[in-house]
């Protein structure tokens, strides 16, 4: 049982029971959602969660270790969770008109920045709550949005050819300006009503 870790950060919030196995974050910001879904496995078994972090855009607020990484943990009603870290600095592949594509490296978690990042899952029961933190460093939270599509294959009554269903949801959490990490006793958590 994880709970013993998290005694005081999740004070009377919901409690992770047990951990599950994700994919590793993809940084797809400016990414159309019928690209990210064709990219999306289609085993029936996985969800596809997309999480867009916001940073206050008060002066100070970007993340100040650049090395850090911001940790996610997203709880359903029975107690399953997925922990997810998300990196401060991401590489992305642009394709350019020459034979060599170009490499650029993006700092997440900047001062007034959105952030988008997608990752596979196991599939959850209802979402109940979702957490927040820092590895090291400060930084000041500005808004997250969350959304969480599964896939549903059902065959079709003509050809017994399955075909695929999409459904999904979005929380959005208004948040203003939590200081999260060095200088602070709290972490970001918010029970979904």
Not at 125 to 139: D, R, T
């Amino acid at each position: 049982m994880i709970t013993s870790f998290f005694p005081s950060d999740f004070q009377d919030f919901s409690k992770p029971l047990r951990l599950l196995p994700t994919t590793e974050v993809q940084d797809y910001s400016g990414t159309s959602l019928e690209k990210i879904l064709s990219l999306f496995r289609k085993d029936g078994s996985r969800t596809l969660y997309k999480v867009k972090i916001q940073t206050s855009s008060i002066y100070g607020s970007g993340l100040s270790d650049i090395n850090a990484g911001v940790l996610l943990c997203i709880i359903d009603e029975n107690g399953d969770s997925i922990l997810q870290r998300i990196p401060t600095s991401s590489m992305k592949d642009h394709p350019s008109t020459s034979e060599e594509s170009i490499v650029s490296e993006t700092l997440h978690f900047q001062r007034g920045s959105v952030d988008e990042f997608t990752f596979e899952g196991p599939k959850l029961g209802k979402v109940v709550a979702i957490w927040v933190s820092l590895e090291s460093g400060h930084w000041r939270l500005g808004g997250v949005s969350l959304t969480v599509i599964c896939i549903c294959e059902t065959p079709t009554e003509d050809t017994n050819e399955k075909e695929s269903r999409y459904s999904g949801f979005c929380h959005d959490f208004d948040v203003e300006d939590i200081l999260l990490g060095e200088g602070s006793d709290i972490s970001m958590s918010r029970d979904i009503k």
